[in-house]
C-alpha cells in the first residue's frame, strides 16, 4: 500500500496540508501535492529520499473537470530502483506551475514540451518557447478542446459514425 | 589588429550527418562551437493525439512509426502499458518470441548505429558491412510479422500471428554468424588510428551531467552509470536471463562505441537463451474479451466473426487508472504513459522518447569543441527523429 511507502510516508510528515492524495494502482505509487509546493516536493525527493532522475514530465487534460490539468512528474530513483508519480492540479484560469529547471536540466526540454502542446507555463524557466509547433502556431493541439483535425476543419467523428 | 566575431551557421534540416530533418543553428568562434540551438518538430504527426481518438488495438501501427528503425521496441513498450492496466498475463511461448524480437530489434538499431557513426567519421567500409548483416534481421522481421520495418507484430495479450516454421533456424544463423561480423567491425575501428582520435576525448558528459540532463540507455551507461532496465525493472520475463550490462569509463563518444558493441554480443547471448526456452504452446493470452479470436474461428462461424468483428469496431474497455511502463529500448528509456478513464480509449497516451531527451545534451556535449566534432556527437547520441517528434 502506498502508506507503507517510505517517500510517501515522508512526504505526508513533511508537506502535511500540502500531499492532497497517495495511492497505489499497480504497483506504481502516486503522491498529488498542491501546486504551490511542487518544487519543495521534488527537491526533497532528490535530495533526500534518492529519486535523482527525473524521468518525464507531461501534463493530463480533464477538461469538464475542476482543476482541469494535472502536471504529472516521474522520478526514478537510480539506487534503490523504484519509481515515484507526483502530480499536481493546475486550474485553467491560473495556468501556471513553477519550473523544476534548477533542479534538473532534462525539465528543460520537457517542459517546453507541455507549454506547446497543452498550454500550461511554468515560471521561472529560461527559455519558454515552444518546441514541436512551429512560433505562430495558435493554440495547443493536445487540449481536448482542440480538434483533431485543426481549427479551420469539420471536426472528426470517428471512423464508423 | 584582428578581430573576430561570431558566426551562425545553419546545419540540417537536410543535411546528411543530421540522421533526419534535425536543425542546429551553430554559432562559432573560428571553428569551435559557441552554442547550440536546435530546432526540432519538422516530423511532428501528433501521435499522441491522435491515439487518443483510436482504440488500443488501433495505435500499435503508430508507434512502429516513433523510432522507426527499432519498431517492435516501440511496440513492447505500448502494449506492456496497456497489459499492464488490463492485468493480463501472456503465455510463455509469447514472452519468449518478445524477448527475441526485441533483442534483434536492439541487434538492427545498433547496426544502423555503427553503420552511419562510422560513415559519418569516413569508414565506408563498416557501413556497407553493416547493411549487409542489418539485411538478415530485415528478412526474419519479414519473415516474422510480413513488413520490412513498420512490424505491427504484437497484440495485447501476446503475439498478431504464430512464427514461422523456419524461425528458429533462421534466429540461429544469426546466432551463429553475428558475433564474427561484431569481430570484423571492432578489428576495423578500435585500434584504427583516425577512429580513435575522432572519438577518444570527444562529446564528453560526465555521469553527474548525464543524469541532470536526463540520458538514458547506452549514452548512460557510457557515462559509468549502472543503470538498464531490463535488469533493474525486468518486463518479459528478463529476470530469467543472463546478461552483462556494459558500463564506459571515460564517458566520451569511445565508450560509448564499446558499450554499444558490447550490448551487441549480449544481444546475441540472450537470444541464444531464449532459443532454447521457446517452447510450442499458446501465443495469445486467455482474454477473449481483448484478443482477437484465431483466424479459422473468424472465417468457419458467425460467433467467431461477431467476436473478431466487436474488438476490431469498438475495442475493448480498458478499467480506468493511469500506468507507466518503461523499456530498455535501443536508444534509451522509452515510457508509456497512459491514463484510461474506464472507455475503450486512451484519455490520454504520453510517450517519453529517449531521443528527445538524450538531444537536449547536445550543447552540453559540443560547446568548445570543434565544428566536425559535432558530426561525431550527432552520431554517439543515436537519435532518430521520428521519435523526437512524434
Redesign the interface.
Known amino acids: 500500500m502506498a502508506e507503507n511507502n517510505r517517500a510517501v510516508v515522508k512526504l505526508q510528515e513533511r508537506f502535511a496540508d500540502s500531499v492532497l492524495e497517495s495511492k497505489e494502482?499497480?504497483g506504481?505509487t502516486?503522491v498529488v501535492v498542491k501546486k504551490e509546493k511542487i518544487l519543495e516536493v521534488l527537491k526533497c525527493l532528490k535530495q533526500d529520499l534518492g529519486y535523482?532522475?527525473?524521468?518525464?514530465v507531461?501534463a493530463?487534460?480533464?477538461l469538464g473537470q475542476e482543476p482541469r490539468f494535472m502536471v504529472?512528474y516521474?522520478l526514478y530513483s537510480?539506487p534503490n530502483?523504484e519509481?515515484i508519480?507526483i502530480k499536481a492540479p493546475v486550474t485553467e484560469s491560473d495556468c501556471t506551475i513553477d519550473s523544476a529547471c534548477a533542479l534538473?536540466?532534462?525539465a528543460?526540454?520537457?517542459e517546453r514540451?507541455v507549454y506547446d502542446?497543452m498550454g500550461i507555463r511554468f515560471n521561472n524557466h529560461p527559455n519558454m518557447v515552444r518546441?514541436?509547433?512551429?512560433d505562430d502556431w495558435v493554440g495547443h493541439?493536445?487540449r481536448k478542446d482542440?480538434p483533431?483535425q485543426g481549427p479551420d476543419r469539420e471536426p472528426?467523428k470517428?471512423r464508423?459514425s | 589588429m584582428a578581430s573576430t566575431e561570431i558566426m551562425t551557421l545553419n546545419m540540417g534540416p537536410q543535411h546528411p550527418s543530421t540522421h533526419g530533418v534535425l536543425r542546429l543553428i551553430v554559432e562559432l568562434d573560428g571553428e569551435v562551437i559557441q552554442k547550440i540551438t536546435p530546432h526540432?518538430?519538422y516530423l511532428?504527426r501528433?501521435v499522441?493525439?491522435?491515439s487518443e481518438?483510436r482504440t488500443y488495438h488501433q495505435t500499435i501501427p503508430l508507434t512502429d512509426r516513433l523510432d522507426y528503425l527499432a519498431p517492435m521496441s516501440n511496440n513492447l513498450g505500448y502494449i506492456l502499458a496497456v497489459e499492464?492496466?488490463l492485468?493480463i498475463e501472456v503465455p510463455e511461448r509469447a514472452q519468449v518470441a518478445r524477448v527475441i524480437m526485441n533483442e534483434m530489434t536492439r541487434l538492427k538499431s545498433h547496426l544502423v548505429w555503427i553503420a552511419c557513426h562510422a560513415l559519418d567519421i569516413g569508414a565506408m567500409t563498416v557501413f556497407i558491412y553493416a547493411f549487409r548483416e542489418r539485411e538478415k534481421v530485415m528478412e526474419l522481421y519479414e519473415n516474422v510479422s510480413g513488413a520490412r520495418m513498420t512490424s505491427n507484430f504484437f497484440r495485447v495479450g501476446g503475439l498478431s500471428r504464430e512464427l514461422p516454421e523456419d524461425f528458429e533456424a533462421k534466429c540461429q544463423e544469426i546466432v551463429d554468424t553475428f558475433p564474427g561480423h561484431f569481430d570484423t567491425y571492432e578489428g576495423l575501428l578500435t585500434k584504427n588510428t583516425i577512429w580513435v582520435q575522432r572519438t577518444v576525448g570527444n562529446g564528453v558528459i560526465s555521469a553527474e551531467d548525464a543524469?541532470?540532463?536526463?540520458i538514458t540507455g547506452p549514452a548512460l551507461r557510457g557515462s559509468g552509470?549502472d543503470?538498464d532496465l531490463r535488469r533493474?525493472?525486468p518486463y518479459c520475463g528478463y529476470e530469467n536471463y543472463d546478461f552483462k550490462v556494459p558500463v564506459g569509463e571515460n564517458c566520451d563518444t569511445f565508450d560509448r562505441y564499446q558499450v554499444r558493441l558490447i550490448e551487441m554480443r549480449e544481444s546475441v547471448k540472450i537470444i541464444t537463451q531464449a532459443l532454447k526456452k521457446l517452447k510450442p504452446g499458446p501465443i495469445l493470452a486467455d482474454a477473449p474479451q481483448v484478443c482477437y479470436p484465431p483466424k479459422e474461428s473468424v472465417y468457419n462461424s458467425i460467433e467467431g466473426l461477431i467476436h473478431h468483428f466487436k474488438i476490431a469496431?469498438e475495442g475493448f474497455p480498458v478499467p480506468e487508472?493511469?500506468?507507466?511502463q518503461?523499456v530498455e529500448a535501443p536508444k534509451g528509456?522509452l515510457?508509456f504513459?497512459i491514463?484510461s478513464d474506464g472507455g475503450t480509449k486512451p484519455?490520454?497516451m504520453?510517450i517519453?522518447p529517449p531521443s528527445?531527451?538524450n538531444l537536449?545534451?547536445i550543447e552540453?556535449m559540443a560547446k568548445g569543441s570543434m565544428l566536425p566534432d559535432l558530426v561525431a556527437i550527432i552520431g554517439t547520441l543515436d537519435i532518430v527523429l521520428g521519435e523526437i517528434?512524434?
Open positions: 494502482f499497480r506504481e502516486t535523482n532522475f527525473l524521468t518525464d507531461t493530463v487534460d480533464y504529472v516521474h537510480i530502483k519509481r508519480r534538473w536540466k532534462t528543460d526540454w520537457l514540451e502542446l518546441i514541436l509547433m512551429t493541439p493536445l482542440y483533431l472528426y470517428g464508423l | 526540432i518538430g511532428h501528433g499522441e493525439k491522435l481518438h499492464k492496466l492485468e543524469i541532470d540532463y536526463g552509470v543503470i533493474d525493472q469496431s487508472g493511469e500506468v507507466y518503461g528509456e515510457g504513459y491514463v484519455r490520454r504520453r517519453r528527445f531527451v537536449s545534451a552540453k517528434d512524434r
